[in-house]
T-cell receptor
């Protein structure tokens, strides 16, 4: 069992739909990151969470530390949101350093 | 401010050769970490450097090495290349305040 698991692996939506991607982790973490990767490889960091909820435009990320679960929501989805979304955990036993453990990613396709 | 710059963007090497990849972090970021991405294994942590010292290392063979210079620029080296080393290699610079910023990656093909 992977330390960081995402679901679903693939997601197809119609433009305008509300989208949720889930991430569960089995280790103690100091922070959880949501990343976006477009074709071609470049990765953009969307959110860094240690508790609660963050919002940026149409994107919302939440984390429940007790349940070891995080969600990424996209409201009013658009074809330009089509990308791979990856959650990544920084383990809490590492008091320093930038070692991330990644989920397998969710391929999101938003059709017009 | 300028982002993370990785060079080269694409590289084709022959089995047995060695390769050096470069990463220039965001100004002021002292931490640089390296990751390998393959279709089969996904993203995996290689190593992290902070102030010219390796601070963390992933589970990769000794053929994979790196270093960091006093200006925080980092290089990673892979010796005796194998076909399975074909991958996208990403670096990220980070700070406590800014979080992570990733480069565009170097796509290495070993033939």
């Amino acid at each position: 069992k992977n330390e960081v698991e995402q679901s679903p692996q693939n997601l197809t939506a119609q433009e305008g739909e509300f989208i949720t991607i889930n991430c569960s982790y089995s280790v103690g973490i100091s922070a959880l990151h949501w990343l976006q990767q477009h074709p071609g490889g470049g990765i953009v960091s969307l959110f860094m969470l240690s508790s609660g909820k963050k919002k940026h435009g149409r994107l919302i990320a939440t984390i429940n530390i007790q349940e070891k679960h995080s969600s990424l929501h996209i409201t009013a989805s658009h074809p330009r949101d089509s990308a791979v979304y990856i959650c990544a955990a920084k383990r809490s036993q590492e008091t320093s350093g930038s070692r991330l453990t990644f989920g397998e990613g969710t391929q999101l396709t938003v059709n017009p | 401010k300028a982002g993370v710059t990785q060079t080269p963007r694409y590289l084709i090497k022959t089995r047995g050769q060695q390769v050096t990849l470069s990463c220039s972090p965001i100004s002021g970021h002292r931490s640089v970490s390296w990751y390998q991405q393959t279709p089969g294994q996904g993203l995996q942590f290689l190593f992290e450097y902070f102030s010219e010292t390796q601070r963390n290392k992933g589970n990769f063979p000794g053929r994979f090495s790196g270093r960091q210079f006093s200006n925080s620029r980092s290089e990673m080296n892979v010796s005796t290349l194998e076909l399975g080393d074909s991958a996208l290699y990403l670096c990220a610079s980070s700070s406590y305040r800014d979080g992570y910023t990733f480069g565009s990656g170097t796509r290495l093909t070993v033939v």
